[in-house]
């Protein structure tokens, strides 16, 4: 197998993994993976877009200028994306904390359903639901009788 | 039916992916931006590590952003963590081989971490990688005895120093008359450590912050209170 498509794979990998851990888990700190997961994909696609086959890194050692040398580009892009990259996960990490402290679970699903409660409860009006639901067609029936 | 459109979602990301990787010749890419800049980046800045001359010569107004998006980041974890109560539980200290693993480690760690920053402009490496190992020599000691704490004021404080000396050595080129955060001084001796002119000293400031800003904000995440 040749290096390019390992390589390729690992980022359409990466990509691809990072992205169902996002839309698919319903838990918080396993979406947060999945997003550093997807992070690091698209560095590793950043990184091939401009790869050159046989040329050493862009630094000087020693006097002697290579004929060819890598892109900096997009080293000097990914070596700032990455940094940033840690401060958002721990960013979203402590957020997560908060969730976990406020309502004692990380699934989504329950944290969605607990802060609508919330919300509905401080602004004192009724949950928002659609007028065919079967709760909201008995009580108007209720109302035409 | 989240899930289906879920993963209906998936197979379209991964089929726009691939198309993407359908146009991309691996290892055969024409040379674009960076050719040119490998060509003229000696002379023009002086730095025998061309990523620095890229990350801090030719687009260190980005820089300067990608570190306003770290302080941002750092700023509303702390906001979000705030302050633990006075008196609150923390983890019991950590067994002997961490602590005396950290104890070892802290001076070995500030070295690498400075030789990383100060010699950014010759070697791989530089403020941002430097920086990461400045935090962590500060943050394992916190990991081997979860009770002590950082003086956050002080960690604040050098961060402010340091990206208020990163803008002021933008507007020093200005006082020149050319444009914000262009390089200044002397080139010097390519791949001598005093060369590059004003790089070596914008890339500790970004070394100093970026520590300062990653150990503050992973104190703060191990010094909230542990959860019942």
Redesign the interface.
Known sequence: MDTGLILYTAAFGLILIGSAGIVLSTHLVRIIFGIALLEAGANLLLLLATFREGSPAPIIVGGRVPATMADPVPQALVLTAIVIGVGILALALSLALRVQRAYGTLDIREVRQRLEQDIVDEAGIELPSSSDAPQAMVSRQEGQA | MR?LS??L??LG??LL??A??QT?K????A?????A??AV??QQVGA????T???LGY?GF??LL?LT??FT??T??GL??GKPRAGASHDPDSGFILRAGADLFFPLLLVVGLYIILHGH???G?G??G??ILASAFFIPILARPGTTMDHRLVSMIEGLAGASFILIGLLAMLDGKEFLTPLLDKGE??ALLSAGSLPLLYIAVGLK?GS??AG??A??SE?EA?D
């Open positions: 899930r879920s993963a979602f998936l990301l991964g992916v691939a993407i990787f991309m691996f290892g055969n890419v040379p674009i931006a960076g050719q800049i490998n980046a000696a025998a590590n061309f990523v001359a890229v990350v687009r980005d820089t990608e998006i770290l980041a750092a509303a974890g979000v963590l010759l070697t791989p530089g941002f990688q920086g990461v390519l791949g970026v800003e990653l904000l992973l703060r995440l909230t959860i």
